[in-house]
């Protein structure tokens, strides 16, 4: 194997390389194959009214196109030549592009699968892939037959990497249907959280614009709204001249303020709650008659619902001014 000869077709400089496929084939392929020791090349060989671009004493077959074809659209073509001549080995280029196949791999059917090699030119740089493919091309071995022992250890190599893709495939699929739960799971998470996230910012909301149920049913239970709201005290310089006026006007306010109704006197004038023990708020009243309140004035909810279920009841007090 000529080392330097295919590291320098590695470094071919294409600019302005002529693309014919008879410029490929004596300035790219010819090249290639006389670096593995191959002087004896049958061009054109004739195959049954066909013409074979380079053949090999019939172990080798080569076809070659132009350097912008797509050597995809040519398979069907070297497949048929392979039928005709038996090669070992068949290579399809367009001098930038490599496909090494293997025509006679029996546990393969189509010949579209028999790919044993497949590398650009520009590979040839890489020694790696030069000692594989000398293995299989260079002529020396072709007088002993280890090059078929090469091929058939390349294919059973394929074999089981294949074997290992479809393992990889199979475990990757699984991993993914496990990260799609997990994805859904989480979403249902963010859809909780916000909801939650929503209804604590309700209950701050709430609390900030003075709505807090809580402190309505003490104000309730125990008559002492003037403990949970205080009016804001606006301190003025006394005028003397006009105490008769405020003296009057504090007389108004204290005749206007209103009183919260006994729940106690309302309970014991209905028979039905009468003998009912732990009421003694108009809280504990709607609690036995499970009257949602809902942060309302349990007095306001108990008399509406007085009015649309018990109209004989007597009925719930207004608070008195």
């Known amino acids: 194997m000529n080392i330097e000869r295919l590291n320098s077709l590695a470094n ?28 004896d090349l049958d061009l054109e060989h004739a195959a049954q009214g066909s013409r074979i671009d380079i053949n090999i004493g019939n172990r080798i077959i080569v076809e070659t196109k132009a350097l912008g074809q797509n050597i995809n659209m040519h398979v069907q073509q070297l497949a048929d ?4 001549e038996l090669p070992v080995l068949a290579i399809l280029t367009n001098g930038r592009h490599f496909r090494i196949y293997s025509p006679q791999w029996r546990q393969l059917r189509s010949f579209t699968e028999k790919i044993i090699y497949e590398f650009d030119l520009k590979h040839l740089s890489d020694i790696n892939l030069l000692n ?100 804001t005290v606006v301190t003025r310089p006394v005028n003397v001249a006009s105490n008769s006026t405020t003296l009057s006007s504090i007389n108004t306010t204290t005749r206007n303020k209103t009183s919260s109704p006994s729940a106690r006197d309302w309970i014991e004038k209905i028979p039905d709650l009468k003998g009912v023990g732990g009421l003694s708020s108009w809280r ?38």
Request: overall charge negative.
């Open 132 to 231: 594989r493919l000398e293995k299989i091309l260079d002529f020396t071995n072709y007088d002993s037959l280890e090059f078929i022992d090469h091929i058939e250890q390349r294919e059973k190599e394929i074999l089981k990497l294949k074997s290992q893709i479809d393992e990889l495939k199979l475990l990757k699929k699984s991993e993914v249907n496990e990260v799609k739960d997990e994805i859904q799971d989480l979403k249902i998470q963010i859809q909780e959280l916000n909801e939650q996230i929503k209804l604590k910012e309700k209950f701050v909301s709430e609390v900030e614009s003075g709505n807090i149920p809580e402190l309505e049913r003490l104000a309730s239970d125990y008559l002492i709204p003037f403990l949970i709201s205080l009016p």
């Open 284 to 321: 504990d009243v709607c609690d036995h008659l499970a009257i949602a309140v809902d942060g309302d004035s349990a007095r306001r909810r108990l008399k509406i619902w007085v009015e649309q279920h018990q109209p004989n009841w007597e009925k719930v007090p207004e608070p008195k001014k």
């Open 12 to 39: 071919t400089d294409f600019t302005n390389f002529i693309q014919s496929e008879n410029n490929v084939k004596y300035k790219i392929i010819i090249p290639f194959l006389q670096a593995f020791n191959h002087v």
């Open 81 to 84: 030549y392979c039928g005709k």
